[in-house]
């Protein structure tokens, strides 16, 4: 069974950069898209983007394109997520999730990662 | 961007079944997959294309899509059903998940 698992929980300031993590386990774990999912305190699902990390080919919803960075090492089965300069408005919940087809369902979950941005 | 509709909260007694919709244009020629997400933690996959499902999910949940409304069915309905849940369709002509924004199911 896939499994991920996501890096730790993250405080930050504004301006800062940031880059968290999501490692998968399992068979051909590589040959699998990995979607990012954004939830704002109290709020539902937003899709961010996907990657694949066998070749680090990536889609951006329009809502995220340009403001974040899909990033991929398939030699450690690991899938990142990256800010440039964080807003207060980028805290929330960031959840990694497998797709096994990049317009299907998202069927196994990280636990998630609390991003907070605050002076 | 295709839009997806839900109502933000369904109550239902224990025992009883809960229906939550999920509205879009001709929905029925997307493929629709069905989230729960309790407090606290990760959405699981429930429902995957209109109607499988995962295992793991119990019999007593069962999702139909039909012209404009895709409908995820929970049977029996128990305390430990309730949750928020989300309906997710690609949007193909986008090329992006499109999420609901989500129902609170509330057990009476």
């Known amino acids: 069974e896939a499994q991920l698992v996501q890096s730790g929980a993250e405080v930050k300031k504004p301006g800062e950069s940031l880059k968290i993590s999501c490692k998968g386990s399992?068979?051909?774990?590589?040959?699998?898209?990995i979607g990012w999912v954004r939830q704002l305190p109290g709020k539902g699902l937003e899709w961010m983007g996907i990657i694949y990390p066998d070749n680090s080919d990536t889609k951006y919803s329009p809502s995220f394109q340009g403001q974040v960075t899909l990033s991929a090492d398939r030699s450690i089965s690991t899938t990142y997520l990256q800010w440039t300069s964080l807003k207060a408005s980028d805290t929330a919940m960031y959840y990694c999730?497998?797709?096994?087809?990049?317009?299907?369902?998202?069927?196994?979950w990280g636990q998630g990662t609390l991003v907070t941005v605050s002076s | 961007s295709f839009v997806l509709t839900q109502a933000p909260s369904v109550s239902v007694a224990p025992g009883k079944t809960a229906r939550i919709t999920c509205g879009g244009d001709n929905i029925e020629t997307y493929s629709v997959h069905w989230y729960q997400q309790k407090p606290g933690q990760a959405p699981v996959l429930v429902i995957s294309y209109d109607s499988d499902r995962p295992s793991g999910t119990p019999d007593r949940f069962s999702g139909s899509n039909s012209g404009n409304t895709a409908t995820l069915t929970i049977s029996r309905v128990e305390a430990g059903d309730e949750a928020d849940y989300y309906c997710?369709?690609?949007?193909?002509?986008?090329?992006?998940?499109?999420f609901g924004v989500g129902t609170k199911l509330t057990v009476l």
């Open positions: 999730a497998r797709q096994p087809a990049y317009d299907s369902n998202l069927d196994y």
């Open positions: 399992g068979d051909n774990f590589n040959r699998y898209w």
């Open positions: 997710q369709v690609w949007d193909g002509i986008n090329d992006h998940v499109v």
